[in-house]
């Protein structure tokens, strides 16, 4: 069975992975940032490399394009990821199933095997969403859901503008996004959870994905000595804030509950030790494989914080700042994920994404599934995140198995 070249996948991800971290060891590659930059020249150089034309669309999204005079004009199987990160992060997280994708398109060329198809490898643009929102930015606009003039005008976290951001990096494309609707679309990708490594599993056959919500929170009360206030004259956004995140834990714990939600960040002001704070903005990222418990989650978020404004004198708003449904992937792909795995005797089980994906964004324009590869100990967005060398050569081995299926291939 043709494999790829193991020890250049795992060097080219230790490679990337030291690529946007600082002086205390932390990785940090935000979408469109001097980090980012660097990650994505050593990407469009290694697409060079195996002999793939380069093209950069207008949203940023970069793409390694490998077709042949017998195939051009077919439509191409899609494969990749993304390689910007969330702040202190791991090395896998996307970052794998874009140099995976290179890989394989090496390993068919060493090997002389002639796709009936083109490939494309795509690394999209702010998978994250933590610099500027929505998260799987790229992937939305290269899907027709968001038009590239609304994301390229997208104000940052720190005040910069995305587009100017792109222009600056040097990766302002002039493709049109969409410019090719491929055929179908696999994903390699960590599990970013405890499931593959906890049961010994080899390889995740990723069925769905859950939805997602994230909310912008803001509390305003009032302003007030920290010592002489007494607790019942108290308009305190900063405990309003903290029975939010309460309730929302409270709301996961429910029996039969399959929601989890998060407040990732969180800022008071005017941020003194000794006052009580008037103003409380923070974030609610909240996620269900189910549309109707999601929505009542956020119904339920937003009857909570009217209850609060009676309860504790405070005012509150909620701004939704990215909504993404659940997403049911190919049954096909699915089924050639797991033959693949179990043709090189690997273990394999049908799983849920709890972290969004681009594939979820390119699934509404083509058949679209993932392979997941065990994260150990679960653990991800986080330096710690670890994927072991063998697992992740065996899940750059099923993707390449899978899309020679999907591609037709002369040998
Ligand atoms: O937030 C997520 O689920 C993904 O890592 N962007
Ligand atoms: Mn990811
Ligand atoms: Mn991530």
Known sequence: MLSIHKDRLIERIGALGAVGVDGDGRR????????????????????GEAGMRVVVDRIGNLFGVWETEQNRGAAPVMVGSHIDTVINAGQYD??????????????????????????????????????????????????GGLPAAEALAAVGTDGTILGEELRRIGYAGTAE??????????????EQGPILDAEGIAIGA??????????????????NHA??????????????????NLFLRERC?????????TVG?????????????????????????????????????????????RTDGVRAKAERISRSEPV???????????????????????????????????????????????SVGGVSHNPAEYTRAEDLIHGANVLLDVVMELVGVDL
């Open 328 to 374: 049911l992937f190919d049954e096909g792909i699915v089924r050639l994920v797991e033959r693949a795995a179990k043709a090189r005797g690997l273990s394999c089980r049908r799983m849920t994404s709890g972290a969004g994906q681009d594939a979820q964004m390119i699934a509404r324009i083509c058949p679209s599934a993932m392979i997941f590869v065990p």
């Open 94 to 143: 996307g970052c794998c199933g874009v140099i995976a994708g290179i890989e394989l398109v090496e390993a068919l060329r060493a090997a002389g095997v002639r796709p009936r198809r083109p490939i494309l490898v795509a690394a999209f643009t702010n998978e994250e969403g933590v610099r500027y929102q929505p998260d799987m930015m790229g992937s939305l606009v290269y899907a």
């Open 177 to 190: 996004p969409g410019f090719v609707r491929p055929c179908a679309y696999v994903e390699l990708h960590i």
């Open 28 to 47: 940090t590659r935000l979408a469109a940032s001097e980090e980012d930059k660097a990650g994505r020249d050593l990407i469009a150089a290694w697409m």
């Open 265 to 309: 960040t969180m800022g008071f002001s005017p941020n003194a030790v000794n006052v009580i704070p008037d103003r409380a903005v923070f974030t609610v990222d909240v996620r269900n494989p189910d549309e109707g418990e999601l929505r009542a989650e956020e119904a339920a978020l937003l009857a909570y914080l009217k209850d609060l404004e």
């Open 253 to 261: 714990l429910r029996p039969g509950s399959r929601t989890v939600a």
């Open 227 to 244: 010592g002489t206030t007494p607790v019942s004259m108290r308009a305190d956004a900063g405990l309003a804030a903290a029975k939010v």
């Open 206 to 223: 990723v069925e769905n994905l859950q939805g997602i919500a994230w909310y912008r929170v803001t509390i305003e009360g009032r302003q």
